[in-house]
Nanobody, 123 residues
């Protein structure tokens, strides 16, 4: 079984910055490799939406609303993905979720979600 553990919960003022991280860990054989890693977010009353996405090859994708402000990166050796968020706005307030496609030693591919971390942008 694989766990995605997020960190970086916080309250930040508009215009401020925050970095989220998400580390994948699991029992022996549960992680052979990690394919796509992504960040999603869900604000109250809204559907969960993709924020940013990265592949092992370095392909990146961002939601239009965060382009130029957010940067996704990953450390494959640490099975960790990061989300650097700059120039934060009130509308970025949401619960942020980490997501990963993990291939186990038996080559099965399974999708996992983190528990979510609250980001609040407010003065």
């Amino acid at each position: 079984q694989v766990q995605l553990v997020e960190s970086g919960v916080g309250l930040v003022q508009p215009g401020g910055s925050l970095r989220l991280s998400c580390a994948a860990s699991g029992t022996t054989g549960s992680i052979f490799s990690i394919n796509a890693m992504a960040w999603y977010r869900q604000a109250p009353g809204n559907q969960r939406e993709l924020v940013a996405f990265t592949t092992p090859a370095g392909d990146l994708k961002y939601a239009d609303s965060v382009k130029g402000r957010f940067t996704i990166s990953r450390d494959n050796a640490k099975n960790t993905v990061y989300l650097q968020m700059n120039s934060l706005k009130a509308e970025d307030t949401a619960v942020y979720y980490c997501n990963a496609d993990v291939r186990s030693a038996d080559r099965r591919l399974k999708n996992y979600w983190g528990q979510g971390t609250q980001v609040t942008v407010s003065s």
